[in-house]
Structures are given as structure tokens and as C-alpha cells.
């Protein structure tokens, strides 16, 4: 069984380096002048049942930033939770769910992806959701 990045704090980020480029001729061919847009599937568990939001302001939401290359995109993730909050094991945090997002900055060469919850403080929820993993298409 793995591991999730969970209790991300506003000031909290986990970063990775992903390296991509370009194969022609059997050689890599790397251009860092140009940047692409690459559609991502951000695999995520929020079992938060908020109801003091989500009666109120309509969210039952957690914040995540995902940065790319200095590049962020902020996004808000449903809920993933399909146990009960109360008898299930895992109290619905080991349900996982899907949210795809494209995000720009990616360049040929390596990509610095870094993971967070800027502004977590100032929104409706201070911790952002729990990151189980990222799939990128290439």
C-alpha cells in the first residue's frame, strides 16, 4: 500500500522534477524556450464534509495549487468520499477521486512540479485535499 501527501497546510508544498523532450532520430531534443499546456489527472481524497460551508456559501470544496515551472493554476476539489464518515475504516479518506486539469509551463526538459495551498488560510478550508498522485499526458 502507498502513500498520500495529506494535511497541506497553506504553507505546505511537496515538489517533484518530471523530465520530458522530444525524440527524433532516436535522440532527445530538448527546446526550454517553448513552453506547452499538458492535461493532467490530479488523483486526490477530500472526505470533508463541511457543512458549515456547504449549506451557507454551496462548497464542499478543498483548495490545491499545482505549479509548474513558476507557473500555478489553483483548483478547487470535490468531494471524493464514497464510505461513510463515520463506520467506514478510513472514515472515506482512502476513496480516491479524479479531477483533470490542464496546466501550462511544461517544457522539454526538466519540469519542476511543485504541490501546495497558497491562500489555503484565506479560503473557506485551511487544509488543501490529500494528493495520492498525478498522471500526466504526454
Given at each position: 500500500?502507498?502513500?498520500?501527501?495529506?494535511?497541506?497546510?497553506?504553507?505546505?508544498?511537496?515538489?517533484?522534477?518530471?523530465?520530458s523532450g522530444?525524440?527524433?532520430?532516436?535522440?532527445v531534443i530538448i527546446d526550454k524556450t517553448k513552453t506547452v499546456k499538458k492535461y493532467v489527472d490530479v488523483?486526490?481524497?477530500?472526505?470533508?464534509?463541511?457543512?458549515?460551508?456547504?449549506?451557507?456559501?454551496?462548497?464542499?470544496?478543498?483548495?490545491?495549487?499545482?505549479?509548474?515551472?513558476?507557473?500555478?493554476?489553483?483548483?478547487?476539489?470535490?468531494?471524493?468520499?464514497?464510505s461513510s464518515e463515520l463506520f467506514s475504516q478510513g472514515k472515506g479518506w482512502q476513496d480516491t477521486g479524479v479531477f483533470g486539469v490542464l496546466l501550462d509551463g511544461w517544457i522539454d526538459g526538466e519540469n519542476k512540479v511543485?504541490?501546495?495551498?497558497?491562500?489555503?488560510?484565506?479560503?473557506?478550508v485551511t487544509y488543501g485535499a490529500d494528493l495520492v498522485g498525478l498522471g500526466v499526458y504526454w
Open positions: 500500500m502507498g502513500s498520500k501527501l495529506t494535511h497541506l497546510a497553506p504553507n505546505g508544498t511537496a515538489s517533484i522534477v518530471i523530465a522530444v525524440v527524433e532520430g532516436g535522440r488523483y486526490f481524497c477530500n472526505n470533508d464534509i463541511a457543512f458549515s460551508t456547504s449549506w451557507g456559501m454551496g462548497t464542499n470544496t478543498r483548495n490545491m495549487t499545482l505549479t509548474v515551472n513558476s507557473v500555478t493554476t489553483r483548483v478547487e476539489l470535490p468531494l471524493s468520499g464514497k511543485v504541490v501546495g495551498n497558497a491562500y489555503g488560510d484565506q479560503g473557506l
